[in-house]
């Protein structure tokens, strides 16, 4: 055991056994994920309609709007709490000190990048979610068609930005060993497996 600042830290560099920020992370991912894509599904139902008809899925256009705003405002809500978990986790991040990641990235730069694009990308998304409320209660209350084009196209720019986002995160547990106990058991000298057999 470490300590760091007072904390007991484990063999994942952290205060407890399971980091927070990459359980959070899927969280964000999902719910944002979700949103985006029932509002497409609402906006392209006119298309879909013969489909769904024939399927004998009873569907309305309002009823995946409703989806897509729920989940974007819970997914403001819980990007909050992954970024908080996250800045808190790259503070005890002690990640290896040579090398370079799958993009030519080295540990500290993609820590930088990461952390800067974790506030980014929250503010991205807030800002998202007022405009989205914007267009459903004011702009667009009385239109069949909830949300803007443009929303749409920069809900898609927002998926490839998270996705790219993601990777830097994964090159930070899998290739720098970021909080991955795996990697700082073997770094400490000891074998991972006989430490996980009962």
């Known amino acids: 055991m470490s300590y760091y600042l007072g904390l007991e830290l484990g063999a994942n560099g952290l205060p407890y056994e399971v980091p927070l920020h990459p359980n959070f992370v899927h969280l964000t991912l999902g719910l944002?994920?979700?949103?985006?894509?029932?509002?497409?599904?609402?906006?392209?139902?006119?298309?879909?309609?013969?489909?769904?008809?024939?399927?004998?899925?009873?569907?309305?256009?309002?009823?995946?709007?409703?989806?897509?705003?729920?989940?974007?405002?819970?997914?403001?809500?819980v990007t909050f709490l992954t970024v908080t978990a996250g800045f808190f986790e790259l503070w005890l991040a002690l990640p290896a000190p040579a090398g370079t990641s799958a993009w030519g990235l080295t540990a500290g730069t993609t820590m930088f990048i990461h952390g800067v694009g974790g506030m980014a990308l929250l503010g991205a998304m807030a800002g998202m979610s007022v405009?989205?409320?914007?267009?459903?209660?004011?702009?667009?209350?009385?239109?069949?068609?909830?949300?803007?084009?443009?929303?749409?196209?920069?809900?898609?720019?927002?998926?490839?930005?998270?996705?790219?986002?993601?990777?830097?995160?994964?090159?930070?547990?899998?290739?720098?060993?970021?909080?991955n106990t795996a990697a700082n058991l073997v770094r400490m000298g000891k074998n991972p497996n006989l430490l996980l057999k009962p």
């Open 32 to 77: 944002f994920i979700v949103a985006v894509l029932f509002d497409i599904a609402a906006t392209l139902m006119p298309f879909a309609r013969p489909i769904l008809k024939f399927l004998e899925l009873p569907t309305l256009s309002s009823g995946f709007y409703d989806v897509g705003w729920y989940n974007l405002v819970a997914a403001v809500g």
């Open 131 to 179: 405009w989205r409320g914007l267009q459903r209660y004011q702009w667009r209350r009385d239109r069949h068609q909830q949300v803007q084009w443009s929303y749409l196209a920069v809900g898609l720019v927002m998926l490839f930005a998270l996705y790219v986002h993601g990777t830097l995160g994964a090159h930070l547990g899998e290739e720098f060993g970021v909080h």
